[in-house]
């Protein structure tokens, strides 16, 4: 069974940080790419990043290139989202995701967090 669990959101003002951060098994860590993803009121589910558990390799959404960084620790098996420079439009609903890399990266997912509310205000 895969568990992903979320801490982190709030609310903060334009132009903040937050930093996510999603916690699993070391099963789940180093068996699957970890990501996130974000829902707005009314719009869909997107992908935002995604971390490779082999190569470490990273994926972002251009909505977010050069503002949000994905990193990993392995020791205690968490990955997180460094949310800088945040704007209005960043508020979502934020979900962590677990899931082959392809799958994340085409926007797709296996396993998925309850979700963390990011807010931000102008």
């Known amino acids: 069974q895969v568990q992903l669990v979320e801490s982190g959101g709030g609310l903060v003002q334009a132009g903040g940080s937050l930093r996510l951060s999603c916690t699993t098994s070391?099963?789940?860590?180093?068996?699957?790419?970890i990501g996130w993803f974000r829902q707005a009121p009314g719009k869909e589910r997107e992908f935002v990043a995604a971390?490779?558990?082999?190569?470490?390799?990273?994926r972002y959404a251009d909505s977010v290139k050069g503002r949000f960084t994905i990193s990993r620790v392995n020791a205690n098996n968490t990955v997180y989202l460094q949310m800088n420079s945040l704007n209005t439009e960043d508020t979502a609903v934020y979900y962590c995701?677990?899931?082959?890399?392809?799958?994340?990266?085409?926007?797709?997912?296996?396993?998925w967090g309850q979700g963390t509310q990011v807010t931000v205000s102008s």
């Open positions: 070391r099963r789940t860590f180093s068996t699957y790419a």
């Open positions: 971390i490779n558990w082999s190569t470490l390799s990273t």
């Open positions: 995701a677990a899931s082959r890399w392809r799958a994340l990266t085409s926007g797709t997912s296996d396993y």
